[in-house]
C-alpha cells in the first residue's frame, strides 16, 4: 500500500521541489551591515536608516543565501571504510538530524538600479524642517519556505511507523514567489533626535506556488485488517507552468511555458499586481545611543495570470488484496492475482483525484521586524544589537546579532558579527571600501559556511557597487 500512496505524490512533490527548490531564495537576511558605517543598503531593513549622501547611484546589489534545520552533510557526506573515496547518501543519518517540524528556505535579491538623493536646506530653528531623502529603486526578488513534519521523511524512507494504530499524520507546506519590486523611499528628520522613514512599493509577481493546506494521515486499528488513509490538499499555482494528468486525475507532470522576458513586460507588465510597504523609525535618546525600529514588506500580491487551484479531499479505506480465488485455477470464481491487485490499484487511483479550477487569488508576503539599538564607542566605533522576526506561512525566524564596526580613514568600513539562532551561533563579516566615489561592499553572515558549506545550515552573502557623492 505504501508503494501505491507513494506513487501518486512523488510527482507532484519532486516538480514542485525542482520548479521552487532548487531556486536560491530568500531564507535568512544578512544583519552584519545593519550598525555599518556608511553602508546606504541597510535601508532595506529600515526605510529611517538613510545614509547623509547627497546622491548616490547603486549600480549592483546581490544577496543570496539559506536557511534549513538540517545540513548538507546530514544526508550526503564523506564515506568511510571501502566508501572513503565516495560520496554517500546517508538516510538514517538524515532522519537522526531531522526534527519534528522541519524547513528549508533560500532567496534571491538583485537590485537592478537604485538612485537616492537629499533635497531641501535644513533650517535649525525649526526642527520639523530638515532635508528630506528620496530613493527610487528597483528590484528582483525571489523568497521560498518549505515546511514538512518528519512523519513525512519517514514514509518514503521507511515506508511506515512504530506503531500499526498511528502510521503517519503529518504536514506539509510550500511557499514560493518571484517578483519585480518598484519603490519609492521617502525618510526625514522629525524632531530634535527622531527619524522616520517609509518605502512604498509596486510589486509585479511572476510565479507563485503556495500550499493552503497539504495534511496527510494513515491509520490503523488494532485487530483490524486495514488502513484508513486520508488527504487533504489545496495547491494554488500562477506561472508558466501547466499541469498534466493520467486517465485518474493524478498528476503526472508539468509543461513549463516560454516567459515574456521584454524590457517593456518586465517595466510594465502587471498582469499580477501587489503593493507592500516598509516602515521604520530611529531615535537617539543621548548623543551616543541609537535605538531603531521597523516592519518590512507589509503587502500582498493579486495572482491573476494562469492562476490556478488544485484541490484533492479523499478518504481511502486500505484492505489487502484477497487473493482466496487466486490460488486453483479449477474453481468457478477464480480471479488472477494480477487482476485483483490491478483492481485494488485502480480503486485506489480514483479514491486520489485532483480537482482544478482557474481562479485569481491573493497571496501575503513574509514579512519581517527589526529591532536595534547602537552605542557610540568612540567617533568612528560603535557597537550593536539587533533582534530580527521573520515570519513565513508555516514557521518564523527569529536571529539575535551583536556587532562591532569601525571607520578607517573615513575610506574603510569594517563590521564584525557574532549572530545566535536558536542553539546555534557564528561569526559574520562585512566592509566597504571608498575609492573616490566609488564604494565596493562585500557582506557574508557565516564565515564557517565559507570554509565549509557542507556543514552549514545558514550562508548568506551580500556584494555591492555603488557611486556616492
Known sequence: MTNLFSSKYCVFLLTCSILFLSEPIRGQVNLTSYHQFKESSKTRFNPAMYANDKFEIALMNVEMGFHSNVKYSDIIHKGTGVYADSLVLDIPKFRNAIGATNHIATSTDLTVFRVSFKTGNPKEENAFEKPHHISIAMRLRTMSNMHFDDDFITLFTQGNALSYSRLMQGSLGLNA???????????????????????????QGNYNLTTNRFDLSMQGVDFENYIDVTSNAEFLVSGPVTFSYDAYQIINGANFNN???????????????????????????TDKFVLSASVTDLGSIRWKQDAQRIVQNATYRYAPADLSNSYDETLDDYQKPEDVIDELTEEFKNSFKFNEAKTAYTQSLPY????????????????????????????????????????????????????????????????????????????????????????????????GLKLRL
Open 259 to 285: 516567459q515574456d522576458l521584454s524590457a517593456t513586460e518586465m517595466l510594465f507588465g502587471n498582469e499580477n499586481p501587489g503593493i507592500a510597504a516598509d516602515f521604520g523609525v530611529v531615535f537617539k535618546p
Open 177 to 203: 514567489t518571484a517578483m519585480r519590486e518598484f519603490s519609492l523611499s521617502y525618510g526625514r528628520k522629525i524632531g530634535k533626535r527622531l527619524w522616520a522613514g517609509i518605502n512604498l512599493k509596486y510589486l
Open 368 to 463: 519581517q521586524v527589526y529591532l536595534g539599538a547602537q552605542y557610540a564607542l568612540g567617533t568612528n566605533i560603535n557597537a550593536g544589537l539587533v533582534y530580527t522576526l521573520q515570519r513565513f506561512n508555516y514557521f518564523n525566524q527569529q536571529l539575535l546579532a551583536t556587532s562591532l564596526n569601525m571607520l578607517v580613514l573615513n575610506t574603510l568600513s569594517l563590521s564584525g558579527n557574532v549572530v545566535f539562532d536558536g542553539n546555534n551561533s557564528y561569526v559574520g563579516l562585512g566592509g566597504n571600501l571608498n575609492i573616490g566615489a566609488l564604494q565596493i561592499s562585500l557582506a557574508l553572515n557565516n564565515m564557517t559556511a565559507v570554509m565549509n558549506p557542507a556543514n552549514a545550515n545558514t550562508a548568506t552573502a551580500q556584494l
